[in-house]
């Protein structure tokens, strides 16, 4: 999936069963970001709420960014987690 789609990909009836599960978004960068879904605006904006980042390696620390807003065209995959948020 190209970086540009990974947001409008996803049809409407999986993003509202997605609404506060927490999802894992990788972006154009190499950093990925971990947080609960709050919302997709109309431009394909994904807000996430309880947000962490870190950079490519898991050697990285977390870092705490709370709410963030993730533009669509930045996301490159979007994978719903099991497991709860990491503290």
């Not at 997605?18 to 190499?30: C, N, S, V």
């Not at 807003?69 to 099991?82: F, N, S």
């Amino acid at each position: 999936m190209s970086s540009s789609s990974a947001a409008a990909a996803a049809s409407p009836d999986l993003l509202s069963s997605l609404l506060h599960k927490p999802l894992r978004i990788t972006l154009t960068d190499g950093r990925y970001i971990i947080g609960r879904l709050y919302c997709i605006d109309d431009k394909k904006n994904i807000i996430l709420r309880n947000a962490v980042e870190r950079r490519e390696k898991e050697t990285t620390p977390l870092r705490n960014i709370g709410m963030v807003m993730v533009p669509g065209k930045d996301a490159v995959k979007i994978e719903g987690l099991k497991k709860d948020l990491p503290q």
